[in-house]
């Protein structure tokens, strides 16, 4: 317990324990470490918004915060939606509100936490407004990704969409307007997280028919959403090479697209009908690569040019 010391509270250390646990059983729940896939390419998209407009501390922040609040308001509500699908399924009944680690108020008032946490964040890019007035809709959009599975099997790509939303909103909160090196960043975002997450869900295709829910692996069978997968990834490369043709990115990025294009192709390659049990890697490890490598070859090739 606490005391008073001199007139001064005393907090001694396992004191503090049951506090460092809870917050990371939020940290594990909201996957935090799964940021990277997102966050990248938004300071990414910052970095070639600055190329034309000056640089101000305050927006690198704005950037950080919201993306960071945004996604976990996203991802503890559908934690919180999940729950009884969650608890039913033998591959997330251990997760943090089915297991009891944390009760569907708490979570509840996570949600609502970082959704207003973001709302104000987007003070930071004042004067311009946009932010502000566009962070209701895109938030609300975010949210509405945990009901997807229960009506399209298309799902994978409401995902997809939410994510790639995080250049395009890097870049209107810069510099107000959209243009095209964001839209391609965005449509890059679009096919490679569509494309991972069909690959992630076929852990789950017999699961999904059995109770009604819906997803690509469910609805035509994991080998066709495999091969779905795989269109999805060659058509985010070939954005990545129409982001190199109409940006002033030069060799250093080429070659990051080779490597990424790699990377891909090595994430199809553990991943096939027959054997899932490499999903986690290639969802996790590889895709972190992927997102982390395009923004190091992108300020790499800003830098040397």
């Avoid at 950080?64 to 033998?90: G, K, Y």
């Amino acid at each position: 317990m606490t005391r008073v010391v001199a007139g001064f509270l005393e907090v001694r250390p396992r004191d503090l324990a049951p506090m460092f646990t809870r917050l990371r059983h939020f940290l594990e729940l909201i996957r935090f470490s799964h940021t990277v896939f997102a966050l990248p390419f938004a300071l990414f998209s910052a970095i070639l918004a600055w190329q034309q407009t000056a640089f101000r501390s305050q927006d690198l922040w704005g950037i950080l915060l919201c993306m960071t609040l945004a996604r976990s308001a996203a991802m503890a509500f559908n934690r919180l939606i999940d729950r009884e699908v969650d608890a039913a399924n033998p591959r997330t009944v251990r997760r943090h509100i089915p297991a009891g680690l944390l009760s569907v108020p708490a979570v509840a008032g996570f949600v609502g936490a970082c959704s207003a946490g973001f709302v104000a964040a987007t003070l930071l890019f004042l004067p311009n407004r946009w932010p502000l007035y566009l962070s209701v809709p895109v938030l609300l959009f975010l949210l509405g990704y945990s009901y997807a599975k229960r009506f399209t099997a298309l799902c994978h790509y409401w995902l997809s969409a939410a994510l790639m939303l995080s250049p395009i909103a890097a870049w209107i909160a810069i510099r107000g307007t959209v243009e095209w090196p964001p839209a391609l960043l965005a449509i890059v975002i679009f096919f490679w997280v569509g494309g991972f997450d069909i690959l992630y869900a076929s852990q789950d295709a017999e699961f999904d028919r059995e109770t009604g829910l819906h997803s690509l692996p469910a609805r035509i069978g994991i080998p066709a959403a495999l091969r779905i997968a795989a269109l999805s990834h060659l058509l985010a490369v070939g954005a990545l090479l129409a982001l190199w043709q109409f940006t002033p990115l030069g060799p250093v990025f080429l070659g990051g697209i080779v490597v990424l294009s790699l990377l891909l192709a090595y994430e199809h390659a553990i991943v096939s009908p027959t054997d899932l049990s490499r999903v986690n890697t290639a969802f996790f490890h590889v895709n972190a690569a992927i997102s982390v490598g395009v923004l190091v070859a992108g300020v790499v090739d800003l830098w040397v040019r």
